[in-house]
């Protein structure tokens, strides 16, 4: 099963159930209030969904939670994020014929290419050209800032496990973490990562996930984006024919669109910064690193 993603965007300070059937706009403000606190070492939070140690026939080691479908135990260790400096407003990215010129991508090489996905009939169509976000101070000369990752942390609360799939691309570089492990990333610094929307699944469990999308422009215009669509039924989605059938567009719940006017807490020398392996924490008031420990029910 190849990696992917979903995710759905709730207001930093909160954490949104979304009512899904099977398997919003973006962040407030960050003001420059200095590193962030938190205490002076870790903390192990769990039980921070409410869940209990034992839910329906899934039973979990001392100091891991069942997540809320009985699907996994999890565990969450919790350090103080750093702040890197004022945050940058997101707006809409560049728009051009050259994004999705070759449509869609899928894993095993199948390509579709239409108005939808994107085409070679030199219009700026495709989904890159709908949903992909920059900087606004880079907007207009150069999108800056250049050679530099940024982007945005998402708290997601999935009410079941399931398949989901994944759309992404980024001018000039593009890639995804969720639970601070890294689900896609596409660093050729070419135009392959913005010709083709690409598209991945992946197999989520239900509960807390905290989701970073970033990009990073190496001159020129920018633009990334990513689309989450979901859920599908667990094991659904085993190789391109069934990515392709899948319905896409009528189960997309994460837009990176839906960011715009918000902000990129995610930056080297802007918004916050976690050490590897622990992601940016959104959900809560302060944001924070967290590292998710995951293992099988007992």
């Not at 909160?14 to 938190?38: H, I, P, Q, R, W």
């Not at 070492?41 to 939670?65: K, M, N, Q």
């Not at 070759?102 to 390509?111: E, M, Q, T, V």
Request: some cysteine; aromatic content about 8%; glycine content about 14%.
């Amino acid at each position: 099963m190849r990696p992917l993603l979903l995710f759905v965007l709730a207001p930093l300070g909160a954490c949104v159930e979304y009512d899904l059937t099977f398997n919003t706009k973006g962040s407030g403000g960050l003001d420059d209030t200095g590193a962030s606190g938190g205490g002076d070492g870790p903390s192990v939070t769990d039980t921070e969904l409410g869940a209990e140690p034992i839910i329906g026939d899934c039973a979990c080691p001392d100091g891991f939670s069942a997540t809320p479908d009985g699907d996994s135990c999890t565990r969450r260790v919790t350090v103080p994020a750093t702040w890197n400096g004022a945050a940058l407003e997101v707006c809409r990215g560049a728009v051009d014929a050259v994004y999705g010129k070759f449509g869609a991508l899928y894993p095993d090489g199948a390509n579709v290419q239409d108005n939808y996905w994107g085409d070679l009939d030199e219009e700026a169509d495709g989904r890159l050209n709908e949903v992909g976000v920059w900087s606004c101070g880079g907007a207009s000369v150069n999108y800056e800032p250049n050679d530099e990752w940024i982007g945005f942390a998402t708290c997601v609360e999935l009410p079941a496990a399931g398949d989901y799939l994944l759309g992404i691309a980024g001018d000039n570089n593009v890639r995804m973490r969720v639970d601070g492990v890294e689900l896609y990333s596409d660093t050729r610094g070419d135009t392959l990562p913005f010709n083709y929307w690409n598209l991945r699944a992946v197999n989520l469990s239900s509960g807390r996930h905290h989701v970073e999308l970033e990009g990073l422009n190496q001159g020129s215009i920018a633009s990334f984006g990513a689309e989450l669509a979901g859920p599908f039924k667990a094991g659904s989605l085993t190789d391109d024919a069934t990515m392709i059938a899948a319905d896409y567009d009528g189960r997309r719940v994460f837009s990176s669109l839906d960011r715009e006017g918000g902000t990129f807490e995610l930056g080297v020398t802007t918004g916050w910064s976690c050490p590897d392996g622990a992601a940016l924490n959104v959900c809560d008031e302060e944001p924070e690193c967290t590292t998710t420990e995951r293992v099988e029910c007992q």
